[in-house]
Structures are given as C-alpha cells and as structure tokens.
C-alpha cells in the first residue's frame, strides 16, 4: 500500500488501472472490513503540481459499499471531470489524491451553524444542488464556501437556499 490508507491506496490502483487499461478495477478481494460493509458517499481529489486536476464525487452513496465508491470515482475523478482533460499515463508519478468519506448530510437553518474547517456545505434550491468540501485551500470564510457552492448549483446569489452540512474523514 506504499504507506497510504487502504482508501487512498484503493483510488489510486483505480485510475492508474484505468488510465493505463481503460477498464475499471475489480474490487480487490483483500479490503479492510470497513470499506466493504459502510456505504457513505466519496470524493476523490486530484492534485498535479499541487494545482487540482481532478475531483469527482457522491453526496450520497450509489454503491454497494464505501470501496466500490471509491472505485468508480476516482475513475471519474481521473478521466471524466469536465473541467480537465483525462489523466494521461505520463501524469501519473505527479498526481496526488485524496480521498474524503462523507458523514451523512444534516439540515441547518443559516450560516452561523457552518465552519469552512470543520464541515462541508451543500446548497439546494429545487432540484439544483451544489456541493463544496470542508478545510480547502483558498476557502476561507462561510460566506466563500456558500458563495460557490450556490455558483456550483446555478443558483443565484438572492435565490433562496436550504442549506445542509457534513463532516468528512479526508485520507491523504
């Protein structure tokens, strides 16, 4: 596992298999017990050169268990974050990853229960839902947070929100 987590170890097997094969990885039979029997939603984070290069996740889980989300994100992460173009297997000693594992989202009623350290923020208004993650470089205030997480969502700064926040578990 080259000193990483299993969570970390198990993204990165997943886009290097998939940049270099183009296909997803199976579930390696050797997970620890927790990766198999939580589901929980996942976002992997890409980082090349210490500039983002890829970030892709659930708020909510969409697979049997927390490893398979794993999987298909980081899959996702590498080769179809529309902001980037796919991973190329020369990139591949550059990228850094993480990997955050959501605790469920709870309602808040405004700002003051947010914390840009401590918890993630999702702004929803109809069927339009943007999503930012906790503790990121250049996000420093609740007001940034929100601001581009309604950005996010296509919703508009006077728009009315309903707001909801989360803690992760972030594995480096």
């Not at 992997?44 to 298909?72: F, K, S």
């Not at 980037?84 to 591949?92: G, K, Q």
């Not at 914390?115 to 999702?122: E, L, Q």
């Amino acid at each position: 596992m080259n000193g990483h987590s299993p969570q970390v170890a198990l993204a990165i097997a997943s886009y290097e298999h998939h940049v270099r094969t183009g296909k997803q990885l199976e579930r390696p039979m050797d997970l620890p017990e927790e990766l198999l029997n939580r589901r929980a939603g996942v976002f992997v984070t890409l980082h090349m050169d210490g500039d983002l290069r890829g970030c892709i996740g659930t708020i909510a889980p969409t697979t049997a268990c927390i490893a398979d989300e794993i999987i298909q994100n980081a899959v996702s992460a590498s080769a179809h974050d529309p902001r980037f173009p796919p991973v190329r297997a020369s990139e591949l000693p550059r990228i850094e990853c993480s990997v955050d594992v959501l605790d469920e989202p709870e309602d808040i009623q405004g700002v003051e229960e947010l914390d840009v350290i401590h918890y993630g923020v999702i702004v929803s208004r109809g069927r339009r839902r943007g999503l930012l993650l906790p503790n990121l470089d250049g996000v420093d205030t609740v007001e940034d947070q929100v601001d581009i997480a309604r950005r996010k969502a296509g919703i508009g700064p006077n728009e009315p929100i309903a707001l909801q926040r989360f803690r992760v578990v972030r594995y480096h």
